[in-house]
């Protein structure tokens, strides 16, 4: 099936390479920087320069500048109903880009308050965009020139997203400057690849997708070339273009007696010499979408193998850690997957999961059931003595409710009794709640009425300082995995799930909801901070 749909992408570029540009070549132009709801783009912005290098070369554009939500789409349509007859589509966006994890908009000039309910109404989709122009493989580049002043809120990130890009499209981000120069200066020049091209990018502009280094995006009218330039040749050039096995095996289905079958054979016989690339090659095959690779991150990190972000995107720490997996399987994968191993480690994944929640009930039985023993030896009697060597044990406990409960009493018998001046100074130390606050209170009342209270508190807030460090990293480690709302509510909810009452499920992490976070992290073995780590959130979500 993967090699037909390549062959779908040769007979295009084929199609696309052995025509000269005709007027029916289309674009779509859209920049925009004068907002209401947004600060104002500054800078060199004149898309009108990106119109007329368009133009030149033959393209008819579809354009428009500081477009509303209306005009966005109407314009966008008007060029997806041109693409079908086009033979190469050129797509520049400029202007406020926002994102979430599954796709990107450009916001409209009148977009107002965009969260992930309402960007749809005031953004066009980059991803539909994508789509759009996958239907002109190896002959479609969209280009992305987005602000670093966008505002996002309500679920929403500034910027683009990695997207998934469809195959045969390239994809250009950067500074709206460095794109026009581009234009201008030899990407729509006939008989450049994009990859020389891009070789002299300017700064900041970046590159993904389909990068073809031998064909020319627009083919020369005058070959000056030595090679032929015939259909043979051209479907060669594409097969190389995509550099795979089956890819090369497909000229030599197509040509078996071709000029360059010789030649072919040698290079199918260098890629299979090279398993490494060969293994790149398959994994790109499984055209893995970004929630997929997600999964396999989750598995990777349920099984032990740390892959340093839980993200979609497979960087170097993905890759040790799928290498690192496969070698505990005996396979030497250099950290690329083939569809059998991606569905092996979904389920290892799964029957490690099963095995880490037996763990992890057993495990929380037996703490229970010290909890409640400890419990009826210090704290049930009611003694205040009983009741705090029960919180410095169980400070989540079972009966830690309680037993602040019965503490508040004494409290409130000692102000009772002791005089003003002292229960006023208490309660300013109360409110300052620090270490040097209660040493300073035990140094004017060394024998005063909250000198138990004052001990107490400042061995549990010495305690928490010692663990500062790890919580520093643990708070800003939250941040980035949960740090939505809609995150939020779903800890929450599964917190709830398994019974450990985190309080109101509204998206807001209170104390109930870190109490609870702490003793779902104690019986499976994470560090017990009350903030939800990646390792959290992974062994949350698995959790049954």
């Known amino acids: 099936m993967m090699l037909k749909l390549k062959q779908v992408a040769l007979a295009g570029a084929l199609?696309?390479?052995?025509?000269?540009?005709?007027?029916k070549d289309v674009a779509l132009v859209i920049g925009n920087r004068d907002y209401k709801d947004q600060p104002r783009i500054r800078g060199y912005y004149f898309t009108q320069d990106g119109v007329q290098a368009l133009k030149q070369a033959g393209f008819r554009v579809f354009a428009g500048e500081d477009l509303n939500r209306s005009e966005q789409i109407i314009l966008a349509s008007k060029f997806y109903a041109a693409i079908d007859q086009a033979d190469r589509v050129v797509v520049l966006l400029g202007g406020h880009v926002v994102s979430n994890d599954r796709d990107s908009w450009l916001l409209a000039s009148d977009a107002r308050n965009a969260n992930i309910f309402t960007v749809g109404q005031f953004g066009l989709s980059i991803g539909a965009i994508l789509d759009a122009a996958g239907q002109k493989p190896c002959g479609a580049i969209v280009m992305i020139g987005q602000s670093d002043s966008a505002k996002a809120r309500g679920g929403l990130k500034a910027g683009m997203d990695d997207l998934e890009i469809p195959q045969g499209v390239t994809v250009i981000k950067g500074p709206m400057t460095g794109l026009l120069q581009l234009l201008s200066g030899g990407l729509l020049e006939p008989g450049k690849s994009v990859a020389s091209v891009l070789q002299h990018a300017p700064r900041g502009v970046t590159a993904g997708g389909f990068i073809a280094k031998h064909i020319p995006f627009i083919s020369a009218s005058d070959q000056t070339s030595d090679q032929p330039q015939d259909a043979e040749y051209l479907y060669l050039e594409a097969v190389?273009?995509?550099g795979t096995v089956p890819a090369l095996e497909s000229y030599l289905n197509r040509y078996p007696n071709g000029r360059y079958t010789r030649a072919v054979r040698q290079e199918i016989r260098d890629l299979q010499a090279q398993p490494e690339l060969q293994a790149k090659a398959n994994e790109a095959n499984l055209k893995l979408t970004r929630e997929q690779r997600r999964q396999i991150q989750r598995n990777l990190s349920i099984l032990g193998f740390n892959p340093h972000g839980i993200d979609g995107v497979f960087g170097r720490g993905s890759r040790a850690a799928i290498a690192a997996w496969q070698k505990s399987r005996g396979i030497n994968g250099y950290g690329?997957?083939?569809?059998?191993?991606v569905s092996a480690l979904q389920a290892a994944a799964d029957v490690r999961s099963r095995e880490l929640e037996e763990e992890a009930r057993k495990r929380q039985e037996e703490q229970d059931r010290l909890d409640a023993s400890y419990w009826r030896r210090t704290g049930r009697d009611g003694t205040e003595e009983g009741l705090r060597a029960y919180l410095k044990r169980y400070p989540d406990g079972l009966y830690s409710d309680i037993a602040h409960q019965r503490l508040e009493r004494f409290d409130e018998a000692r102000r009772a009794e002791a005089a003003a001046?002292?229960?006023?100074?208490?309660?300013?130390?109360r409110s300052e709640d620090t270490v040097e606050a209660y040493n300073r209170y035990l140094r004017v009342y060394p024998r005063g009425v909250f000198a138990a209270d004052a001990r107490a508190r400042r061995a549990e807030l010495q305690g928490n300082t010692q663990n500062d460090e790890q919580i520093r990293r643990a708070k800003a480690e939250e941040a980035r995995v949960a740090g939505n709302g809609i995150v939020r509510l779903l800890v929450e909810q599964k917190l709830q799930e398994l019974?450990?009452?985190?309080?109101?499920v509204d998206g807001k992490f209170d104390d109930k909801t870190r109490r609870a976070v702490r003793k779902f992290q104690r019986t499976r073995k994470i560090p017990?901070?009350?903030?939800v780590t990646q390792q959290t959130i992974v062994r949350l979500l698995a959790a049954r």
């Open 240 to 242: 190389r273009e995509i």
């Open 336 to 341: 690329y997957l083939t569809g059998n191993q």
């Open 421 to 429: 001046a002292e229960r006023d100074y208490w309660d300013g130390v």
């Open 15 to 23: 199609g696309i390479l052995a025509m000269p540009v005709l007027a």
């Open 499 to 504: 019974g450990l009452k985190p309080g109101r």
């Open 528 to 531: 017990v901070t009350g903030y």
